[in-house]
């Protein structure tokens, strides 16, 4: 017996599969409490998402010299049409006192300050983020709301600024897990239900992918308590979506060739471990294609992105070990009853071999290079919508669904006051220049106003108002020419901050990261074709057709996005993420069909080895491919527009590579390269009869 033989029975040895099931409880009770604290572990505070080297990232750096905690202001909005009262001043600076005791406020604070209309009135209270990012703003933003809200006496109140922004975006992300996770578990039960048809086989993968869940988020918990990897919100949510989805694809197919194995071998412990070694290879292919397209993110300036790699590589590679060791051990254990009540007896033919997917194969075989050109020019076709694509950064009310309190807020602040109220730009400088810096920021167009340098230990630091709304182009392009004044001022060593840089440095940093990661995931997935197939010209027509199909996903994602959703753009990193997961997810299709129709094709000939193969795959591909783009879409059930784009996008592409490209384009392709598609292996100099193998085969 092979060493791969051997190792594949090890999880359904007599014996072995229940050393293998008491090693997995062991360890789901030892990681059941660690997964429990991963959103305790998550640091969504500014500097896990921006580029470690940027200026704005050295200003929240050096300007903790001067404020030791992190702070983010929050703007109290007042509002009267027919213009402000003597009592409703009265009334803001009774507020403003009681502002100053709201949890986690820190300083002075600053107003009530009546707009030049006479129509607004504006209050700033710092407050201190401190080490829970924006979940330590929600209480003191809730807090001033209801103050303010309480003695309003009719005007119109609303609390904006950083602050008020992050408070909003903690509480659309708040029981995020939770949600995804229910909404995620129903959607794989209903599709295990309708794949199966069996009442009890659904719950096999679905214990198994749950397990391996569990586990990931202990590992990634542990590691980000004592290792230093970052997590945030965005990747704990991504996570549970990619585990459950691409863990219950595993099974799946898995399960499939266990089920063809069982026609074919008496004894279910055979039938497993020939189950094992045959998908085996396929699915230790397919999670190295994802596990590696993920660490290439670690190559990324943004942290946020750096620190989605790993954390999505090791939730892939513990769902890869739970699907080969756990699930195994748990199917042998029951026996064949679980495909009640299609039980899979012994010597009976297997039902794929003449299904629909063989008469799909069958019609295609007839005309492949018709049928390929098709297929290619409506992809195509859908590639026009990339026109509209405006993957450019979300301003803070298009990055909401809907329009929470701060997006009001800051529309009213854009009426009666300078844009930038609330979120000036921090300049930091050498002492002795500050105000050299200081006038030349003053005399920059679009900065409205300045404030006095404040000094420490030979550096100082002002705020410098901007007169555009601070997540607008013009606020910017602002940023641009006031970096460009002070990098000016000798021996300054001057820098721009504030939530405007922020934001422009993060968009700078994902366009970087678009064209540095996407031409490395293309090549790592390249070679891992090359090496599992053996050949040079299906990986390269395998990679066409992926990058086919993400460009025609994307082109139809941004025409729904502008004409039917309203979406006023895409974030920055809206590319590279549908990317990766597309790529790495897509062409797990394309390894579960090629693999297949590599086997038969030793047998048959590469053309009705690719008949062979779409038959024995098709219907749990299809399978696979509606259930991980069924968890993406999840994501869109989000009240944050960068979710929902992403989950969008991704569902579309799977469903693409799962229904036209591997089901269509590639075996057409397949079958019209014929023994081409394996230069330069060995199977394509050999010739087959094709009709009388694969009748012999059937």
């Known amino acids: 017996m092979s060493p791969t033989r051997k ?34 572990a998550e640091d969504n505070q500014a500097s896990s998402w921006l580029p470690g080297n940027a200026e704005s990232t050295q200003v929240l750096n050096e ?42 406020v820190l300083g002075p604070v600053v107003g009530p300050v009546v707009s030049a209309d006479g129509q607004a009135m504006q209050t700033i209270v710092p407050v201190d983020i401190g080490t829970g990012g ?54 794989v039960i209903i599709l295990l239900l309708l794949t199966y048809r069996s009442p009890v086989l659904w719950a096999l993968p679905l214990i198994s992918a749950a397990g391996a869940l569990v586990v990931s988020q202990a590992v990634i918990y542990l590691l980000a308590e004592h290792s230093g990897l970052t997590v945030n919100a965005q990747s704990a949510g991504i996570l549970i979506v990619l585990v459950l989805g691409a863990g219950t694809d595993y099974a799946l197919l898995l399960t499939a060739r266990y089920r063809e194995e069982l026609r074919r071998h008496e004894d279910r412990h055979e039938a497993m471990a020939f189950a094992l070694h045959r998908a085996g ?80 194969g069958g019609w295609i075989n ?23 694509l405006n993957a450019t950064g979300l301003s803070t009310a298009g990055s909401f669904t809907g329009t929470p309190d701060s997006v009001v807020g800051q529309q009213v602040l854009e009426q009666h006051f300078p844009g930038g109220t609330g979120a000036p730009l921090t300049v930091i400088s050498a002492a002795g220049e500050a105000g050299t810096v200081r006038a030349v920021a003053q005399e920059t167009p679009g900065i409205a106003g300045t404030s006095t340098p404040t000094t420490h230990e030979g550096q100082a630091l002002f705020q410098a108002t901007l007169a555009d709304p601070p997540d607008s182009q013009a606020a910017k392009d602002t940023v641009d020419r006031v970096r460009a004044a002070v990098h000016a001022v000798p021996n300054a060593d001057a820098k721009v901050g504030g939530s405007t840089a922020v934001i422009l440095d993060a968009g700078r940093a994902a366009a970087n990261d678009n064209r540095t990661i996407i031409p490395l995931v293309l090549g790592v997935v390249l070679v891992i074709l090359a090496v599992l197939l053996r050949a040079v010209t299906a990986p390269l027509v395998l990679i066409a057709t992926v990058v086919l199909s993400y460009a025609a996903a994307l082109g139809i994602s941004a025409f729904f996005f502008e004409h039917v ?3 006023e753009g895409q974030d920055n990193a809206f590319p590279l993420f549908v990317f990766v997961f597309l790529v790495a997810l897509g062409i797990d299709y394309n390894i579960f069909l090629m693999t297949r129709v590599r086997e038969e094709s030793a047998q048959l000939g590469t053309r009705q080895g690719a008949v062979a193969g779409l038959a024995a795959t098709g219907g749990v591909i299809t399978s696979a491919g509606l259930i991980l783009a069924s968890t993406f879409a999840v994501l869109g059930t989000l009240p944050v527009v960068g979710f929902a784009e992403i989950g969008f996008a991704v569902a579309l592409g799977v469903l693409l590579d799962t229904l036209v490209v591997r089901s269509v384009l590639v ?25 009388s193998q694969l009748s012999r085969h059937l």
């Open 134 to 187: 924006w979940q330590d703003l929600r209480p003191a933003v809730d807090s001033m709301r209801a103050t303010a809200a309480d003695n309003s006496m009719g005007m119109a109140t609303h609390v904006t600024g950083p602050a008020g922004v992050g408070a909003d975006q903690a509480e659309a992300f708040a029981g995020i897990d939770g949600t995804l996770l229910a909404a995620t578990i129903s959607v």
């Open 281 to 360: 290879p396929a699915i230790l292919a397919s999670s190295a294609t994802v596990v590696a397209s993920m660490l290439c993110l670690l190559v990324a300036e943004m942290n946020s992105t750096r620190g989605l790699g790993p954390v999505c590589a090791i939730g892939v590679l513990v769902a890869l070990a739970a699907m080969l060791t756990l699930l195994p051990a748990l199917l042998v254990v029951v026996g064949r009853w679980v495909f009640w009540p299609v039980k899979p007896a012994y010597g009976t033919p297997e039902p794929t071999r003449t299904g629909r997917w063989a008469h799909v």
């Open 667 to 691: 075996t057409a392709l397949t079958m019209d390269l014929d023994r081409h598609m394996w230069w330069p292996n060995k199977l394509s100099s050999q010739v087959h009869d094709p009709e």
């Open 7 to 40: 190792l594949a029975t090890l999880p359904c040895g007599r014996r072995s599969k229940w050393v293998v099931l008491a090693l997995w409880l062991v360890l789901l009770v030892v990681a059941g409490p660690l997964a429990g604290k991963l959103t305790d």
């Open 63 to 104: 300007q903790r010299a001067f404020q030791p905690v992190d702070t983010a202001q929050a703007v109290v909005v007042y509002q009267r049409d027919g213009g402000i009262t003597p009592a409703d001043r009265v009334e803001a600076a009774r507020d403003a006192t009681a502002f100053a005791s709201a949890p986690h």
């Open 565 to 567: 959703f309203h979406f």
């Open 366 to 388: 007839r005309r492949p290079r018709k049928v390929w050109i098709g297929t290619a020019l409506a992809l195509g076709a859908c590639c026009i919508g990339l026109v509209s």
